[in-house]
């Protein structure tokens, strides 16, 4: 009977499929106009579950985290499991920003998601 009401929350991000998608974003840059002759960079570290995108300023940072977005979202990738860290300027003015993804639920949020269901009732 307990299978039969329960529920289960997952955040799983497909790593494949972040893979797919940072590819892609990879030959969106590589010819869009706007970043001809920039040195603008997508590495994602699988093993980490990381991206690391740097660019020449924070323009550019900008556009090229809206290029991974877009395409993290075309492939069904929950764009709300990308905790974006600070933006970094390093020598010459380049930007950098590290993007950590969130795999499962925090255990916090977790203690919420419990007190907020008991706290509805929905014993029968």
């Not at 499929?17 to 590495?43: L, M, P």
């Not at 925090?106 to 998601?113: F, L, S, V, Y």
């Amino acid at each position: 009977m307990a299978k039969k009401s329960s529920f289960d929350v997952s955040t799983d991000v497909d790593l494949q499929e972040v893979d797919n998608a940072v590819n892609q974003a990879r030959k969106e840059v590589a010819t869009r106009y706007d970043f001809k002759g920039t040195d603008c960079t997508i590495d994602f570290d699988r093993k980490v579950g990381s991206l690391r995108l740097e660019a020449d300023d924070e323009y550019r940072l900008g556009a090229l985290l809206q290029v991974v977005r877009e395409k993290l979202s075309r492939r069904n990738v929950p764009v709300k499991n990308l905790d974006q860290g600070q933006i970094e300027i390093g020598t010459l003015g380049r930007a950098r920003q590290g993007i950590v993804l969130k795999q499962g639920i925090d255990q916090e949020t977790a203690k919420k998601m419990v007190k907020a269901v008991k706290d509805h009732g929905f014993k029968r």
